[in-house]
């Protein structure tokens, strides 16, 4: 359940994927709840979602916007898979706490799972920018640049606008490098050459549903491609 959904943005277009990189699927579109991007004047518009060949050779959908003025563009969705419960034996099954047990399942918990991904991108004439974000709820922020293998970036975790504590994993060319945060949420991490996905996992206790739910399982990305 710890799949993750990461958008890249190569040569013109952008691709939403699914899964574990390297290993990559199509995410259920009926399962992304919002899709946009903030132009480079800050203006928010809706994102297309669909898939043709090109999104399929690439094991992804694809995220049509509009990129006619330069400047730095910043792709979002938001995506909710529902909610599983989990049950003694350690079984997944789809459904919330009252209905599973209702099927004579001994439920240890059940879980919300949901999440977010986000991309920059740079059209035109590069001049730099600091933490952009997309304004989400659980967002991963950093700053944007034309990054170099082996270059560093700092980080940092934001729920609901504050910055918060956890683990940042890193995924890329094969390999997973695991950072601490400190206590406001920020951390360095080095690039390497190809597709980055940086991930963070939030559990709000605080959604607690009787008979639903006994947390929300948070999951957000920033992706960055290093040329």
Not at 116 to 130: L, N, S, T
Not at 135 to 143: A, H, R, S, T
């Amino acid at each position: 359940m710890n799949h993750k959904a990461w958008i890249e943005y190569q040569q013109g277009r952008a691709y939403l994927k699914w899964g574990h990189l390297p290993e990559t699927g199509k995410i259920d579109p009926k399962s992304i709840k919002r899709a946009f991007v903030v132009d480079a004047n800050g203006n928010e518009k809706v994102l297309v979602v669909g898939s043709d060949r090109d999104a399929s050779s690439k094991e992804g959908l694809f995220l049509e916007f509009d990129a006619g003025k330069g400047g730095v563009y910043t792709i979002a969705i938001e995506y909710d898979r529902g909610i599983y419960s989990i049950t003694e034996d350690n079984k997944w099954i789809f459904g919330e706490k009252s209905h599973v047990a209702s099927l004579g399942y001994t439920v240890k918990e059940s879980r919300w799972i949901c999440g977010f991904a986000k991309a920059c991108c740079v059209v035109g004439d590069f001049k730099g920018k600091d933490k952009v974000t997309a304004g989400l709820e659980f967002e991963i922020i950093g700053d944007v640049k034309k990054f170099e293998s082996g270059d560093r970036i700092g980080v940092q975790l934001f729920f609901r606008n504050n910055p918060v504590k956890g683990e940042i994993n890193v995924r890329a060319n094969g390999k997973h490098a695991v950072v601490e945060t400190d206590n406001n949420g920020f951390a360095e991490i080095e690039l390497t050459e190809g597709v980055n996905v940086i991930s963070a996992r939030y559990v709000d206790e605080m959604a607690k549903i009787a008979g639903v739910c006994d947390k929300r399982n948070i999951m957000t990305t920033l992706t960055i491609v290093v040329e």
